[in-house]
């Protein structure tokens, strides 16, 4: 009988235990670190618009709180499995812990593909998760937020209903809150700046001249476009972009600035291929660009063993979650390409919505200027420590900002106290 393959989430697990022992803890020390904390799985009954009803199953999987209450997005998609949420909350505890931000992790999602439901469905099914798992949120307990497929509108049923539930107005329940009901200025760049943030943090540290700096960015999503328009910003070239729609090339460089995140894809990419010197690509060479600096934005698992070697960049920049597969990093790695893992480069999101936590519950709104100061100084410490770790350990980037977040959890549960 063959081997059976290691889900996710057993890999990570793997990974921090090596990581502990490197550190030279004991197992009875991070022991906690290798089961949630608390894992509740509920049944949703919806009645749909023609009178129906369809029982959805949802999860919220509280994976540890050495550090502060549990952190983590709800995502609404048809492959939600338990053993996934688990894996995402456990990196939701490693990237709070990178980010130097008082949360532990947590996560939650829907198998459903919203798409199938109604506006009033959605809402519906929403109200129905927040009052299912109301016994164990809270604002000082467990904070969600939007991830695939949840937004600012699903946040603010989700608040209104917890709030109902409450009987007063609990604006910290969640973050990534429309504006006009306690979201803060910035959030929707949050995670592209803080992308940019660490991209510029690491070509300095590189000695590369951004007007010399060549970019190519996968996806002109929310993370992709904010990060290429924060990055022509500081002068770097940025000579690929692609999306659903296509890919295009431009030696020159794009003016990033005409693009619009409510232009959608289609309407940008036609923006990009219109410009001077552009021409388009096929999709499946986006990646293999020479260029400088290589950020996927968009997906998934797209650099891997099969095409690791075609990379021809000299740095690649986790701005999607888990672009790189553990394979294709040992390539690149070998290869001399650098790697900047997600949970440092993407937390700009996260520490964002600890910043809308802190001014909801202070009653009190920070300006855009304020928010997006504080989110860099945030994001540029993190970096210098990963930075640091790495010089010190001769490491990966990657195992370096696990090195951190594993010490600070493994700390923090320490001055917890016997159990
Ligand atoms: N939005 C956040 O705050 C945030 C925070 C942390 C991590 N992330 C991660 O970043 C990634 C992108 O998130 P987002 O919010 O920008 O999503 P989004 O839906 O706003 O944008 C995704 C973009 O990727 C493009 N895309 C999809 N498939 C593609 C393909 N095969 N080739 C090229 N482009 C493709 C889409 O056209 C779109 O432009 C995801 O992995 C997400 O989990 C997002």
Wanted: charged letters at 25%.
């Amino acid at each position: 009988m063959g081997e059976k393959k290691l889900s996710q989430y057993q890999e990570t697990l793997q990974s921090i235990k090596e990581i502990a022992e490197e550190l030279g803890y004991e197992e009875a020390e991070y022991i906690t670190l290798l089961s949630p904390e608390r894992e509740v799985t509920v049944s949703l009954p919806v009645t749909m618009d023609d009178g129906s009803v369809r029982v959805f199953q949802g999860y919220r999987i509280q994976d540890n709180s050495a550090r502060g209450p549990y952190k983590g997005g709800v995502r609404y998609h048809p492959e939600v499995e338990i053993e996934e949420v688990r894996d995402l909350a456990l990196l939701m505890s490693l990237k709070c812990s990178v980010a130097d931000i008082p949360y532990g992790g947590a996560k939650g999602g829907i198998t459903i593909d919203p798409r199938e439901l109604s506006e009033t469905e959605l809402e519906r099914l929403t109200r129905k998760y927040a009052e299912k798992i109301y016994p164990i949120i809270g604002a000082e307990i467990d904070i969600p937020a939007p991830d695939m497929n949840t937004n600012a509108k699903i946040m603010g049923w989700f608040k209104d209903e917890y709030s109902k539930i409450a009987g007063v107005q609990v604006p910290g329940i969640v973050t990534g809150k429309p504006v006009e009901v306690g979201g803060s200025l910035g959030r929707n760049e949050a995670t592209g700046l803080g992308v940019s943030t660490i991209t510029h943090a690491f070509a300095q540290n590189q000695k590369l001249v951004p007007e010399e700096t060549r970019v190519v960015v996968q996806g002109t999503g929310n993370v992709g476009l904010i990060t290429a328009q924060c990055l022509a910003k500081e002068g770097y070239k940025i000579i690929a972009l692609s999306n659903v729609a296509g890919a295009v090339y431009n030696a020159n460089g794009f003016d990033v600035s005409v693009l619009d995140l409510a232009n959608g894809d289609q309407k940008n990419y036609d923006l990009l291929t219109a410009q001077e010197g552009s021409e388009e690509i096929p999709m499946n060479e986006l990646l293999s660009v020479e260029c400088d600096i290589l950020i996927p934005a968009a997906l998934q698992n797209q650099i891997r063993a099969d095409n690791a070697d075609q990379i021809k960049a000299k740095i690649v920049i986790e701005a999607a979650n888990a672009p790189v597969s553990a394979e294709g990093e040992a390539i690149l790695i070998k290869r001399g390409i650098k790697v900047l893992p997600d949970i440092l480069c993407n937390a700009g999101g996260v520490v964002c919505s600890y910043f809308e936590w802190v001014q909801n519950l202070q009653h009190f709104s920070w300006t855009l200027e304020e928010v997006n100061t504080r989110l860099i100084a945030k994001m540029k410490s993190a970096f210098a420590a990963v930075l640091a770790m790495q010089a010190e350990k001769n490491c990966t980037y990657r195992q370096a900002a696990m090195l951190i977040a594993v010490d600070r959890i493994v700390k923090a549960t320490k001055f917890k106290g016997k159990y």
